[in-house]
């Protein structure tokens, strides 16, 4: 119980540390401008090898949820082992613009390629995820590189587990093949309930640097599985 109480600690003091860099000339990233993200993901087990990806997410400028964006991403997930999946998919996101900018709605769609790898560390669940994105935004094409690191941590039991509640932290970055290869990084903090095997729910904050910019985004994620029996 000690060693998981530490690991908590530990956890909790590398999210405070990732979030103090977001603060940019002297002021916080949480402000009332802050926008939201309401998001809703679902993976069918097909077999033991093979299952489908759903995602759905909207976007809002703010929490007065004027829209900003809306994607849908589907995708077929190949497993190579319990712990190491090979993922290809489409997306369809419609990006609209803010209140008072006269500008048509962006459409953008996209192909995509993903790496996933989790493995543990102590009680520590630890993500690698790595994706390449074809983009056809309007009438432009871009490609896109992303890589996320993520940790979860359970806090009600030594391992996750149905009916435990945790704690959860990510940091992707985003590059792409133009004259400057930074596009954007987020940093992301939330707590969650692992209702059973399949269902959980998580809540938490996102800061999103883009175009020398930090924004926050309040999220609310729910996890819905359709799942094979454990054998």
């Given at each position: 119980m000690m060693?998981?109480r530490?690991?908590?600690?530990?956890?909790?003091?590398?999210?405070?540390v990732?979030?103090f860099?977001l603060?940019?000339?002297g002021?916080?990233?949480f402000?009332?401008?802050?926008?939201m993200w309401?998001?809703?993901?679902?993976?069918?087990?097909l077999?033991?090898?093979?299952?489908?990806?759903?995602?759905i997410?909207?976007?809002s400028?703010d929490?007065?949820?004027?829209?900003?964006?809306l994607?849908l991403?589907?995708?077929?997930?190949?497993?190579?082992?319990?712990?190491?999946?090979?993922?290809?998919?489409?997306g369809?996101?419609?990006?609209?613009?803010p209140?008072?900018?006269?500008?048509?709605t962006l459409i953008?769609?996209?192909?995509?390629?993903?790496?996933?790898?989790?493995?543990?560390?102590g009680r520590v669940?630890?993500?690698?995820r790595?994706r390449?994105e074809?983009?056809?935004?309007?009438?432009?094409?871009?490609?896109?590189?992303?890589?996320r690191f993520?940790?979860?941590?359970?806090?009600?039991?030594?391992?996750?587990?149905?009916?435990?509640?945790?704690?959860?932290a990510?940091?992707?970055i985003f590059?792409?093949f133009?004259?400057?290869?930074?596009d954007?990084n987020?940093?992301?903090v939330a707590?969650?309930?692992q209702f059973?095997?399949?269902?959980?729910?998580?809540?938490?904050?996102?800061?999103?640097?883009?175009?020398?910019?930090?924004?926050?985004?309040?999220q609310?994620?729910?996890?819905?599985?359709?799942l094979?029996?454990?054998?």
């Open positions: 060693m998981g530490l690991l908590v600690l530990r956890f909790s003091y590398l999210a405070l990732l979030m860099p603060s940019t000339n002021q916080s990233v402000n009332e401008n802050q926008g309401l998001m809703f993901f679902n993976r069918t087990q077999s033991e090898k093979w299952s489908i990806h759903n995602e997410q909207d976007r400028y929490i007065s949820h004027k829209e900003e964006q994607l991403r589907f995708g077929i997930n190949y497993h190579i082992k319990k712990n190491l999946w090979l993922t290809a998919g489409f369809y996101i419609e990006s609209y613009p209140e008072g900018v006269a500008r048509p953008e769609h996209r192909i995509w390629q993903q790496v996933l790898h989790t493995h543990f560390l669940v630890v993500e690698h790595g390449l074809q983009r056809f935004v309007g009438d432009q094409y871009r490609d896109r590189v992303r890589y993520m940790a979860t941590v359970p806090i009600t039991r030594e391992r996750m587990a149905p009916k435990t509640f945790f704690a959860t990510y940091d992707e590059f792409h133009e004259d400057t290869p930074y954007r987020r940093l992301y707590a969650g309930y059973s095997r399949a269902v959980s729910v998580q809540s938490g904050w996102l800061a999103q640097n883009f175009s020398g910019k930090t924004k926050g985004y309040l609310l994620g729910v996890f819905a599985n359709i094979q029996p454990d054998k």
